[in-house]
């Protein structure tokens, strides 16, 4: 018993740690697969980088896509698109 209860602070630790970290980045990893995969044609973007698009062509074989900006067509990674940024940009205005 007495072994148990020197580990008790670690599994406190460790429980912790997960409920603030772990978890909710693995919560944020899967909503950010999730909007990857459901882009469409037409659908207005960001760039992590912070390049404004839309989006012309989806390659689903090496996961990246074509975006066209003003001043022409650029390939990028999935990964490259920014879901929070995106989502802003296509959130209905309220008019007040």
Not at 22 to 30: G, L, N, S
């Amino acid at each position: 018993m007495e072994g148990l209860s020197s580990f008790l602070p670690f599994i406190a630790i460790f429980a912790v740690m997960y409920f603030f970290m772990i978890a909710p980045q693995m919560k944020r990893a899967k909503k950010e697969k999730k909007f990857a995969s459901e882009m469409k044609r037409g659908d207005r973007i960001i760039t992590k980088s912070g390049l404004h698009g839309k989006v012309v062509e989806l390659n689903d074989k090496d996961n990246s896509c074509v975006i066209e900006t003003m001043a022409g067509k650029l390939k990028f990674d999935r990964s490259a698109i920014s879901m929070e940024m995106s989502q802003k940009l296509n959130a209905p205005v309220s008019k007040k």
